[in-house]
C-alpha cells in the first residue's frame, strides 16, 4: 500500500520575506510544483496538472504565480494571467490545514502588487457562488460582483461569480491593501512581498 501523501509537502527555498510569523510569499519555481499539485488535489474537485502549472511557469511574460513558505513547506499558492491593462487570478488555493492563518490574503496582496508593478489597472476573477467566504475576501480587496457564469464548475454545475477589482494603482486601492496588510502583520514594517 503507497505511503499517504505529507499534507504539506517540503521544499527547499529560504528565499523571500518573512513577515514575521514565519510564512514567506516567495516567486513559484518548478521545484515547489509537486507541493503545489497536493495543494490543488486537495482543494479541487478538478485539479490543474503538475504538467498545466508547468507551462504556466513557462509564460513569465504574461503569467506572475506566487507560494506561501513557511520553513521547507508550502501552504499555499497563487497565479496572475497579466493581458495589458488587465489581470485574471487564475488560481489560488491554501492548503485546508493552513486556512484561517490570513495566507489568502497575502497570496493577495502579493499577486495585486506585483500586477500594479506590471500596470495591470483592473483585475478579475470567478468564484463559486455557494464560497460566501472567499467572496468575503475578495470583496475586502475591492471586488465587486460582475456578472454571473451559469453551471461553470464541471463538478456540479455550480455557478461562478464574476468579480473585477478596478483602478488598483489608485491611492484609494493601495491605502485599502496597506490597511489590510498592517491588520496581518505582527510588524508593519515588514514587506510582506518577494517581488
Known sequence: MAAEPRSVQHV????????????????????????????????????????????????????????????????????????????HITNIAVHPDHHRRGIGSRLLLALFNAGVEAGVMDVTLEVRASNGAAQAMYSAFGFAPGGIRRDYYQDNSEDAVIMWANDIGSRAEVDRRAAIRDRLLPDPKVDPDAR
Open 12 to 87: 527547499s527555498d529560504r528565499s523571500g520575506q518573512s513577515d514575521g510569523s514565519g510564512v514567506s510569499i516567495v516567486a513559484m519555481r518548478r521545484r515547489h510544483l509537486r507541493a503545489v499539485t497536493v495543494i490543488e488535489q486537495a482543494v479541487n474537485p478538478h485539479p490543474w496538472s503538475l504538467n498545466l502549472f508547468s507551462g504556466e511557469l513557462r509564460m513569465p511574460s504574461s503569467r506572475i504565480w506566487f507560494t506561501a513558505i513557511e520553513g521547507n513547506d508550502v501552504l499555499g499558492f497563487s497565479g496572475l494571467m497579466v493581458t495589458h491593462d488587465e489581470a
